[in-house]
């Protein structure tokens, strides 16, 4: 079986530098499960952090509420832990500190009927940076195309 794409963080790659890149589950409620096999989740405007307790937590995820859930759907915009080991979460907290980097939410799939979030250490980019690769990009796609004019 593979990834079942729901939704992809496009804009993580404009704006930063992606380096490491890890695979974490999601604690979720069943409506918010259900929302999500749906698609109605978005990425976008979300942010990771680790606390002091070691534990990872994933803020502003906007999952909708399930349309035939009753009184007890989940709240949309909640904050969820992130279920990693504890040496990624290591890892991942001294690279960020020593580095100065940021935790970006990139992908949520599912995989094996578990929802998994694709995260990434990145250092964000300055606009010099973003103009280089929109050039570089524009080149390719002509190449690509034959269009050598």
């Given at each position: 079986?593979?990834?079942?794409?729901?939704?992809?963080?496009?804009?993580?790659?404009?704006?930063?530098?992606?380096?490491?890149?890890?695979?974490?589950?999601?604690?979720?409620?069943?409506?918010?499960?259900?929302?999500?096999?749906?698609?109605?989740?978005?990425?976008?405007?979300?942010?990771?952090t680790i606390d002091n307790n070691m534990e990872a937590?994933?803020?502003?995820?906007?999952?909708?509420?399930?349309?035939?859930?009753?009184?007890?759907n989940h709240d949309e915009r909640?904050?969820?832990?992130?279920?990693?080991?504890?040496?990624?979460?290591?890892?991942?907290?001294?690279?960020?500190?020593?580095?100065?980097?940021?935790?970006?939410?990139?992908?949520?799939?599912?995989?094996?009927?578990?929802?998994?979030?694709?995260?990434?250490?990145?250092?964000?980019?300055?606009?010099?940076?973003?103009?280089?690769?929109?050039?570089?990009?524009?080149?390719?796609?002509?190449?690509?195309?034959?269009?050598?004019?």
């Amino acid at each position: 079986m593979g990834k079942k794409i729901i939704a992809k963080n496009k804009r993580a790659s404009y704006d930063f530098a992606l380096e490491d890149r890890f695979e974490a589950g999601l604690v979720l409620q069943g409506t918010e499960v259900k929302s999500i096999r749906a698609g109605k989740v978005t990425i976008a405007e979300s942010y990771i952090t680790i606390d002091n307790n070691m534990e990872a937590w994933i803020y502003n995820m906007n999952v909708a509420h399930y349309e035939f859930g009753n009184i007890n759907n989940h709240d949309e915009r909640r904050k969820r832990k992130l279920l990693l080991n504890r040496k990624e979460i290591e890892t991942i907290f001294h690279e960020m500190k020593s580095k100065n980097m940021t935790i970006v939410p990139t992908i949520i799939y599912f995989t094996n009927n578990r929802v998994k979030l694709e995260i990434a250490l990145a250092k964000g980019k300055k606009m010099h940076d973003k103009r280089q690769d929109k050039a570089k990009k524009d080149v390719e796609r002509k190449l690509r195309r034959g269009d050598y004019s």
